[in-house]
Structures are given as structure tokens and as C-alpha cells.
């Protein structure tokens, strides 16, 4: 199954000294069947954006919890898991894997470019708010989101974490 796990750009760096890295709680997201059944519309693909920008938006919450001098952008490593358990308790997209993601699992990486930097920061400042019901923070998040992620080759990762 493809999953899409939120990330930051330090959970790349430690992918790439380390050979592998272990998700928050090991939760990601994927396209399940809860989520196929919760869109009247859509085919794989549609629905697989759906996941990743699902992970794209809990990369903001690990971005509010991280203290790095690395550039404030979201982050989603997808990874090809064959361990990845559905829980629709928590939402139609989410899966919990059960260890690590090696380099060799890893299909992409996507990651906001220095254009949606203010943007993110701004998201990442009143998440909690916005999980509150606030209005404003919620149009703050649509900010960020209305950036496109960039996508990245498993080969471009250590060039991409140079070049910030």
C-alpha cells in the first residue's frame, strides 16, 4: 500500500544518516476503502491527493512541536508499506505502520518550495486554533495549502537538504 507519512525536513535528514526513520506513532495516510467510500466521486488518484494532503496538513502540527534552523516547509515521505493497518476510528485516510521506513520503501518525497515558506509558518503558528473551530486560522491553514508540494525522486533528497 502506498502510504503518505507526514514529515519535516529533519525526519528527511535522519532518513538519509540513518537509512531509515520511524513515522510519529507510526501514522500515515493512505487511500483505504473508508476513504473511497466517503467520496461519492473521485478515482485513485484524486483520492490518493486527498491522503497527501491529509499528511500535508499533520506535517504542520510536527513542524509546531519542532525546534530546527532547517527551513519551516511541509514535508510527506511516500512509502511503499505492506504493514499498514487502516483506522477509520481515527479518520478514512489513516494508517498506522509498524516500524521503521527504509530508504529502500520510499517512493517520493514532497516538500512545500521557499515560496510557501511564510505561508507554512503562519499555518503552523495557529494550528491549534484551527482545530478549534477558529475561522481565521482556518483560512491562515488554506494559505498554506493552496501551495503545491513539490515532489522529489529518492535521488534528489540529499541535493534537495544542500541546496536549502
Known sequence: MRVYLPATLTDVQRLLQEDQ???LGGTG???????????VAGDDE????????????????LL???????????????A????AQARPD???????????????????????????EAAVRAAVDCIDAA????EDAELTLGDAEDHDLAWY???ELPFLLELL
Open 131 to 134: 482545530d478549534l473551530g477558529d
Open 46 to 61: 484524486e483520492l490518493a491527493e486527498v491522503a497527501l494532503r491529509d499528511a500535508a496538513r499533520a506535517s504542520l502540527r
Open 64 to 78: 509546531a512541536a519542532e525546534e530546527t534552523e532547517l527551513p519551516v516547509r511541509r514535508v510527506v515521505v511516500v
Open 21 to 23: 526513520w520511524m513515522p
Open 90 to 116: 481515527l479518520d478514512t485516510a489513516v494508517v498506522r505502520i509498524s516500524g521503521p521506513v527504509t530508504q529502500k520503501q520510499v517512493v517520493a518525497v514532497h516538500v512545500d518550495g521557499a515560496d510557501a
Open 29 to 39: 495516510f493512505a487511500l483505504t476503502p473508508a476513504l473511497r467510500e466517503a467520496y
Open 80 to 83: 511503499e508499506r505492506s504493514d
Open 153 to 155: 525522486a529518492t535521488q
